[in-house]
């Protein structure tokens, strides 16, 4: 089919869509059709939106994944900050399938950072982080929210990241956090020791001086001399 021919059809097609999401008619060979319509047609975009926040259209996961996938290209077409609001308001308030749309939003929202979504990427990753059921989507969310508060340096994410590992004792969290920081502590060493000392060395006596010499480690780095290539 055409161009010309999809501009033609698209009018009655959104009519008769509209008629399927007032009678909860809808199917999944029909949520395939308004995707694809969306994404020239506001009247179809609000159709994919009247889908994922009506309670009473069974439909399976599949094609609300769908519909949050072409949604998702809106929001960052058009760098729009209010799409963006309803559709994670709808995804996160969707009382079968949040725990499983919600990691997809985050996922396909990634570079929303670019275009000034940050904040509310890391809120929905906070709240992402509470509803999967399936360890590994769990860590996979765990890892992109440390690696943009690790990049961005947000002080809300950093708050949250922190509440969660004094709360939870997620030592997975608390892992991610330390490499992604750069930061390698060598087993058994105590914290004081990762980067700096308790106290400055002038106000320690010798003997002290000594003893914690003793008790660090050292890497040094070997120097080749006439080395030939």
Known sequence: MSVEDTSVLASPTIDALQKLVRNSEF????????????????????????????????????????????????????????????????????????????????????????????TRLVDALERACQTPKDFRILNDLKWQLCALSIIE??????????????????????????????????PNFPITQWNSIERPLTLIDQNQIKDFLKSTVFITTPVFKNLQL
């Open 27 to 118: 199917s999944s060979k029909a949520v395939r059709v308004t995707a694809l319509l969306a994404l020239d047609h506001p009247e179809a975009e609000k159709i994919l939106l009247s889908i994922l926040e009506n309670r009473e259209i069974e439909i399976d996961i599949s094609s609300l994944s769908l519909c949050v996938n072409a949604l998702s290209i809106l929001i960052l077409e058009r760098a729009d900050a209010q799409l963006f609001d309803h559709l994670y308001r709808a995804v996160s308030n969707h009382p079968d399938a949040a725990s499983q749309l919600l990691p997809i939003l985050c996922s396909n929202l990634v570079s929303s950072i670019r275009i000034g979504f940050h």
């Open 153 to 186: 340096k947000p002080r809300a994410s950093w708050k949250a990241l922190i509440h969660r590992i004094h709360t939870h004792r997620d030592t997975f969290l608390e892992g991610l956090l330390v490499t992604l920081a750069m930061q390698y502590p060598l």
